[in-house]
């Protein structure tokens, strides 16, 4: 059966997956959305054999409903391979009593590679089927993870060009590396100065200006987005959940129908809001705990109803989540207001003009399933260190940040359900941080010392991404003020 995608502030839009796709972002600013989510067609049974690859064939398919079945298993196979450092692609790593669902095995370490490493393959699949002609020129703002898994994926792709944007002060030191000297004909990247909530709203503003848009296809250029607000990002990390949980029940650490809990460090709310599919898919999931560091904006919307941007923006040491404005949110609002496009598009009209916004009593109710919780700068060193001389398993800042809302979540609630802990970047990727919590004698050390130890400390090997960045060259340093990036844009693009 067909899917067909809307927009979240206009319910009477009706695209395909590829367009969809393609388009990024609907020309209302609004969200796309499938009319409807769809229903596992294979048994939890069936999926328990299945190959990580397999499992996400069985998820995309009933999404990406225009894509053949050859289409769709040739971008899966194109997206999933030896760029993974392990065949199960996504797997879990059981310490203490949670089970971390390591989502960082791709080229570029973090969990960005999950969806950013199959979305040029569905794109390009889209521009063929739709017969476009143009030059696809993706725009992307990052916190840090995005820019580079994106840069990575879409590097010399045919009849792709990529620019990405990123906040100069707001990354680590090997996220910028790795930005800075990406290879690639069709690729560029530059530093904003501002945060990412500025370069987000720059990207934002470009895609909603219709007469910029003419300028481009004049030229025989149109805009797509790799930000995780295109549905091509969503729908691949679906998959993983549901993968996760069939081999918890290979592994017989679940019995058939057991509900677990999923604890996700969010930022943008694309991975949780995955989780949310994976559940209306038919997969056992109870909570889904919303875990975020000082940026707390998550936490108090679900625990308030307000959506309240208007507060100070704090660097922490998960900058991937340092994050005011949640995009995906809205694909959440729009279903808890019974898909009312009228409704979604006033309130996040408030938040666009006020900063702010409220939802109803009644949609509040549909957000229950939702655990909220944050972890201070302390909270998240202290976790890194207590789980690090329990197991000797070393997390990430930002997949600690979840472990300690996890943990707070049980020890409050009593809630004994396994628990799956989305682990999102290798902590080479931190390795200051990730160091510095376990022991300060770590401070006074250079960066590249750092790696060297952090292998010793993890017993872990240094990750091919992060050795080849080590002595390679920049060739990157292009840099503009948050009200620039069109400019920019043009002078890129050389129009
Ligand atoms: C992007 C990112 C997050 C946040 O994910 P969202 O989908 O934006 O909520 C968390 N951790 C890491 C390491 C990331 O790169």
Redo the contacts with the bound molecule.
């Keep these: 059966m067909d899917l067909w995608y809307k927009s979240t502030r206009d319910s009477g839009m009706k695209i395909s997956a590829s367009e969809a796709i393609l388009k990024g972002l609907a020309p209302d600013g609004g969200l796309f959305v499938p009319e409807r989510i769809p229903v596992l067609d294979v048994s939890l049974e069936e999926l328990k054999d299945m190959s990580y690859q397999e499992t996400a064939y069985a998820v995309m398919k009933q999404f990406l409903t225009d894509f053949t079945k050859e289409e769709l298993k040739d971008c899966i196979n194109k997206a999933y391979d030896e760029k993974f450092d392990t065949e199960e692609i996504a797997p879990l790593a059981k310490v203490g009593d949670t089970y971390f669902l390591e989502l ?1 095995h791709g080229a570029t370490i ?3 590679d999950m969806a950013l490493s199959i979305l040029p393959h569905l794109m390009t699949t889209s521009a063929k089927k739709n017969h476009v002609k143009n030059e696809i020129v993706i725009l992307t703002a990052t ?4 820019g580079k ?1 994106a840069m990575a994926g879409f590097a010399d792709v045919e009849g792709t060009r990529i620019i990405v944007f990123y906040p100069k002060n707001g990354v680590s030191k090997v996220q910028e590396l790795q930005m800075v000297t990406q290879t690639g004909s069709n690729v560029n990247v530059a530093a904003i100065h501002g945060n990412f909530d500025d370069a987000q709203n720059g990207v934002k503003a470009i895609f909603e200006d219709q007469e910029f848009a003419q300028e481009l296809a004049d030229k025989g250029y149109q805009l797509s987005s790799a930000n ?1 607000i295109n549905i091509g990002r969503l729908v691949p ?1 679906v998959a993983y959940y549901v993968y996760a949980y069939a081999k918890l029940l290979a592994n017989e650490e679940i019995t058939d129908k057991e509900e677990i809990n999923v604890a ?11 989780a949310y599919y994976a559940k209306q898919m038919g997969v056992p999931i109870a909570k889904l705990i919303c875990a975020s560091n000082e940026n707390k904006v998550l936490f108090d919307f679900f625990r308030t109803g307000t959506y309240d941007r208007n507060r100070a923006f704090v660097l922490t040491s ?1 900058p ?2 340092d ?1 005011l404005i ?1 995009s ?1 949110l809205e694909r959440l609002i729009y279903l808890a207001a019974g898909e009312d496009a009228e409704l979604t598009k006033e309130l996040m009209a408030g938040l666009k003009d006020g900063g702010s916004y409220t939802v109803t009593e009644e949609m509040r109710a549909k957000l229950a399933d939702f655990v909220p919780g944050f972890a201070s700068e302390g909270d998240t060193a202290a976790c890194i260190k207590r789980i690090y001389d329990k197991t000797g398993y070393v997390l ?1 800042t ?2 600690a940040v979840a472990a300690h809302v996890c943990e707070q979540y049980r020890r409050k609630s009593g809630d004994s359900r396994k628990c799956v802990a ?1 682990s ?2 290798s902590p080479f ?1 931190f390795a200051r941080s990730v160091l510095t919590a376990i022991d300060s004698k770590y401070e006074a050390m250079d960066d590249l010392a750092l790696l060297h130890e952090l292998q010793t400390v993890s017993g872990v090997d240094m990750p091919g991404a992060v050795r080849e960045i080590l002595d390679a060259k920049v060739l990157h340093t292009l840099e503009c003020d948050a009200g620039q990036m069109k400019e920019t844009v043009r002078e890129v693009l050389k129009i």
Excluded: E, R, Y
């Excluded at 916190?143 to 995005?146: E, F, M, Q, R, V």
């Excluded at 996700?264 to 995955?274: E, M, Q, R, S």
């Design positions: 960082f973090a969990f960005k916190s840090g993870d995005t898994a995780s990390q996700v460090p969010t930022g943008n709310f694309g991975n949780i809001l995955a998960s991937s989540m994050i949640s995906n990430d930002h997949t989305a999102t970047a990727k």
